[in-house]
């Protein structure tokens, strides 16, 4: 009897427990859950760096069985590298799960041992970039990147809008490649219903910024929630959540402004809250290769309104709100119409509530399971 296939995932994972609100292993974690939760034709082994809640050791990997074929290796600081070598030679497929410069050396050692290479690009630089004037690595990042996606089988993106970035700067690629989404691993629940009907209760909006605000669209936003203030009919008739890292100088400006409230970084269960309580997510970002608070809000109920960099408005096309990227104007005047119009704003909630049904991510990892077969059966 053959052997399934042995599939090596480099990849970050935390048990739901430990998990946080965004941060590295806010992709990865759920879609190792959900290949664990099928039967699946292959046998995975996770390789991923140890947390602190784990407890850090020096010599001894930690193993976690998910299920009959899925395993997680939390490896030693000390032995980590060797580790994956090992685990790279017992191997048939790697999945580097973070197109970094750092995976290079993993990348040439499958490609050394003739083993299937599949890359996953989650970022860009030119996100850094927006925030930070640095730019003389970019020559040497691109050479390291160039050489990672040459020694791959296959290169996924979890948005067209990040591989075509990745053609902008590198050239025309090659290769063979495809976009596998971003997904939610939150419940789907629609509970918005009516209860903005009778006009009381005031209509919540967020954005969510993390520690990349100017990247994120801060300052589209305080132009928006400007805009908004000078509508005397929509005083008192929404409050705007902002969660991030504002700058003070932004801050001071929001200050005067009675419907604004800024939040800290949030829990994984106190953001789940607000997504039950938001009816509208709004993402300005200058450039996003996804958002996943996009899709994750959607799966809640809320309307979202996104701009056109970025990822996330592939997959929400249709039942989202797309505006030109930094068009406070045109971002009011949508902001404005579902705050006033109650059933324009249920309407577009069940739209965004429905299609996020697709992108749970056991969806997510039935397609990067076609992805390892399409890579395992071609050539050598």
């Given amino acids: 009897m053959l052997r399934k296939p042995r599939i090596l995932l480099i990849a970050g994972y935390r048990p739901f427990k430990y998990r946080r609100a965004g941060g590295p292993n806010a992709v990865s974690s759920p879609l190792i859950d959900a290949l664990a939760s099928l039967k699946i034709p292959v046998e995975i082994t996770v390789a991923s760096t140890p947390f602190r809640e784990l407890g850090v050791s020096l010599i001894r990997n930690h193993i976690t069985v998910l299920s009959n074929n899925v395993r997680v290796l939390h490896l030693s600081l000390l032995r980590y590298f060797i580790d994956i070598l090992l685990l790279i030679a017992k191997s048939d497929l790697i999945h580097i799960f973070s197109g970094e410069p750092k995976q290079l050396l993993f990348a040439v050692m499958a490609k050394f041992l003739r083993k299937k290479l599949v890359v996953t690009f989650h970022g860009h630089y030119i996100e850094e970039y927006l925030e930070k004037k640095i730019q003389n690595t970019k020559k040497l990042y691109d050479c390291l990147i160039m050489r990672l996606i040459k020694f791959s089988d296959t290169v996924t993106f979890v948005s067209n809008l990040l591989m075509k970035t990745y053609e902008l700067t590198l050239g025309p690629l090659m290769i063979n490649k495809c976009v596998v989404p971003n997904g939610t691993d939150l419940n789907p629940n629609f509970s918005k219903k009516s209860k903005h009907l009778d006009g009381r209760e005031p209509v919540v909006i967020a954005s969510i910024l993390g520690g990349h605000p100017l990247r994120k669209g801060i300052s589209v ?23 991030g890292k504002i700058p003070q100088e932004i801050r001071n400006k929001l200050e005067p402004l009675d419907s604004v409230r800024i939040l800290p970084r949030l829990t994984r269960e106190s953001l789940e809250k607000l997504y039950e309580k938001m009816d509208i997510l709004v993402a300005p970002s200058l450039f996003d290769s996804f958002n996943l608070p996009a899709i ?14 970025v990822g996330a408005s592939e997959v929400l096309e249709g039942c989202a709100f797309i505006v030109k990227t930094g068009d406070a104007k045109s971002l009011s005047k949508i902001l404005e119409e579902l705050i006033i119009d109650h059933e324009f704003l249920q309407k577009a909630q069940r739209l965004a509530y429905n299609r996020s049904l697709n992108y749970v991510y056991v969806n997510i990892a039935v397609k990067y399971l076609d992805v390892y077969g399409k890579v395992l059966k071609s050539d050598a």
């Fill in 221 to 243: 936003i305080f132009h928006t929630l400007l805009l908004l203030h000078k509508k005397i009919q929509l005083n008192g008739r929404f409050k705007f959540y902002l969660l």
């Fill in 296 to 309: 994750e809000a959607a799966s809640k109920g809320c309307a979202i309104v996104l701009s056109d960099k």
